[in-house]
């Protein structure tokens, strides 16, 4: 009887033993691939209608809600550095809210 009780101890500890090494492993990749992310910057002004990531103004909700291209007040992630730099038929992206 005994050993059935340690060999079920065995067992089980041997599972769970497996499984916090594999719940460890996801999660040193899921660090890795945060890692290797480039990082983003909110960019005003760069939005086609419909495609900003989020905060589109008054009266609408967030991602997807910018009502015409370009909107100042709609941002969209671009890579860090580079928001600026880019040109749309109104202007350059801006790092804040664009007043219209």
């Given at each position: 009887m005994q050993t059935r009780f340690f060999a079920a101890?065995?067992?089980?500890?041997?599972?769970?033993?497996?499984?916090?090494a594999s719940a460890q492993d996801k999660m040193e990749k899921e660090k890795q691939m945060m890692d290797n992310k480039p990082a983003m910057e909110k960019c005003y002004g760069v939005a086609m209608a419909g495609k900003n990531d989020c905060a589109a103004g008054a009266g609408?909700?967030?991602?997807?809600?910018?009502?015409v291209d370009?909107?100042?007040?709609?941002?969209?992630?671009?890579?860090?550095?580079?928001?600026t730099s880019i040109k749309?038929?109104?202007?350059?992206?801006?790092?804040s809210p664009i007043k219209s």
């Open positions: 101890t065995a067992i089980t500890l041997a599972a769970l033993s497996s499984g916090i609408t909700t967030c991602a997807g809600t910018s009502k370009y909107q100042g007040n709609a941002w969209t992630n671009v890579p860090a550095g580079t928001c749309t038929p109104k202007g350059s992206g801006s790092l």
